[in-house]
């Protein structure tokens, strides 16, 4: 059974009339990104948004993420991100983020025929990731209860170095080499889904292939020299399209959330209709 599933990332969002950094309004991003969301042709059977949904933990933020994310008809599965505070989100968000027994946010759904995994690799008060013995042995667990069809793993910290030294330091550093031989002993695994990065990289980890995501809001700077300084861009925010097809593969595609000219047919002389277009 296919699925199609979207991911948004690192939204970043602050209290009703808040800027991030004083000048970037992430919710304006957010709302453009559902927008082309909207646009699309197929709409997706569900979303995963893979952490930092809020800038600063609150409450009030939550609740504007609550706001902003109505008109988003879909069923949503939340993580959080080094920016996120795990009660604060359940609490926002019991329906979408619950506990497991150990209190992380760690839960599965089935989304057609694809089962997601969802993993906390929050550490509070930290900006680096985690995965301890527990959320590990629970994923051993949830791995063991679904040999038999197409997992996606969706967490925030990417388990793999990006050669971006500013964020590598606060990557995942606690759980990696655990977490790839895990992979290893389960093949059905697509994906793994990331955050964090505010850019699009892909890594072979563990078997599968771990892919991190364009921010809806802002996005960092593509340096790879080791001493390169934090920095951040408004290069085009986008979001992920992970469709699984009928015989269980999934092909993941890249979406600009930046309103473009188009789409066009072939074989018309689209002059006119691009002149229109970008007036
Ligand atoms: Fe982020």
Redesign the pocket.
């Known amino acids: 059974m296919s699925a199609l599933l979207l991911q948004l ?2 939204l ?1 969002i602050l209290p009703a009339g808040e800027l991030a950094y004083g000048q970037i309004d992430t919710a304006g991003l957010l709302q453009q990104t559902l927008r082309a969301v909207a646009a699309l042709e197929r709409r997706p059977d569900a979303a995963v948004l893979t ?2 949904l809020v800038d600063n933990g609150s409450a009030a933020a939550y609740a504007q993420l609550r706001t902003l994310l109505a008109p988003l008809d879909m069923p949503l599965y939340l993580l959080p ?3 996120d505070d795990r009660q604060q989100l359940h609490q926002a968000f019991p329906e979408a983020a619950p506990l497991n027994a150990d209190g992380f946010v760690q839960y599965t759904a089935d989304i057609g025929g694809l089962r997601l995994i969802v993993l906390d690799t929050l550490v509070p008060e930290a900006s680096h990731g985690a995965l301890c013995p527990r959320r590990l042995s629970w994923l051993s667990d949830a791995l063991e209860d679904c040999r038999d069809r197409p997992v996606v793993i969706a967490m925030h910290h990417p388990p793999f170095t990006t050669g971006i030294d500013h964020m590598d330091k606060i990557g995942l550093l606690e759980g990696v080499s655990e977490l790839d031989a895990l992979l290893r002993r389960h093949p059905q695994v697509q994906r793994l889904l990331c ?2 990065m ?1 850019r699009p990289i892909q890594c072979l980890f563990g078997g599968t292939l771990a892919c991190t995501l364009p ?1 809806t809001a802002h996005q960092l700077a593509l340096d790879l020299p080791d001493d390169a300084p934090a920095q951040w861009t408004m290069e085009p925010p986008g979001f992920g399209l992970h469709l699984l097809d009928d015989q269980g593969l999934m092909v993941s595609h890249l979406g600009t959330s930046t309103p473009f000219a188009g789409p066009f047919p072939f074989g018309t002389d689209s002059t006119q209709l691009l002149a229109q277009a970008t007036v």
């Open positions: 990332t690192d970043h952490g930092d991100g080094n920016h955050g964090h505010h921010s």
